[in-house]
Antibody, heavy 119, light 104 residues
């Protein structure tokens, strides 16, 4: 069974940093592109970042470019999102998500971790 | 940048009725990467349709997708109580704003 379990969310002050982790199991992690997708409270889905299976290709939404860094450790079956210079508008549930193919769509989602940016 | 516009914003229907949800792209997109998701309150989204018309694993056949170019449709042939949720279309990194299907 495919499982994606996020951790690392919490309350952080504006300008602060947070690192999200996603532990993957039930599939060959190193064969799949992965994503972070977020959802602000009461809002729709927003793609944040993608990383290819071997980390060769990395993409970011304009809203997070230069502040967030996606990475993965295939030996540890783990995906990460380093978030710096956090803003109030980054407040959201962050989902770890697996791509069905290298160009999407997402076929499996974690349950999400809440990041709240507030003073 | 492609914009996906979903309509209507809210669809009020009764169980057993047919639901037709629209997703319109600001420019022609590849149907190969057009997907639909269902999201219930407090839950992660679930993939329903990919490649515009292929059902994901375990998705009942009352869900169907169609369309090409700029116009795509998700149809739920007969609404079951568990189908009342928010539905999103997606193409690559772009999501539509969602359509809420609520009980009338």
């Amino acid at each position: 069974e495919v499982q994606l379990v996020e951790s690392g969310g919490g309350l952080v002050k504006p300008g602060g940093s947070l690192r999200l982790s996603c532990a993957a199991s039930g599939f060959t992690f190193s064969s799949y592109s992965m994503n972070w997708v977020r959802q602000a409270p009461g809002k729709g889905l927003e793609w944040v970042s993608s990383i290819s299976s071997s980390s060769s290709y990395i993409y970011y939404a304009d809203s997070v470019k230069g502040r967030f860094t996606i990475s993965r450790d295939n030996a540890k079956n783990s995906l990460y999102l380093q978030m710096n210079s956090l803003r109030a508008e980054d407040t959201a549930v962050y989902y770890c998500a697996r791509d069905l193919t290298s160009n999407g769509p997402v076929d499996y989602w974690g349950q999400g971790t809440l990041v709240t940016v507030s003073s | 940048e492609i914009v996906l516009t979903q309509s209507p914003g809210t669809l009020s229907l009764s169980p057993g009725e047919r639901a037709t949800l629209s997703c319109r792209a600001s420019q022609s997109v590849s149907s190969s990467y057009l997907a639909w998701y269902q999201q219930k309150p407090g839950q992660a989204p679930r993939l329903l349709i990919y490649g515009a018309s292929s059902r994901a694993t375990g998705i009942p056949d009352r869900f169907s997708g169609s369309g090409s170019g700029t116009d795509f449709t998700l149809t739920i042939s007969r609404l079951e109580p568990e189908d009342f949720a928010v539905y999103y279309c997606q193409q690559y990194e772009t999501f539509g704003q969602g359509t809420k299907v609520e009980i009338k």
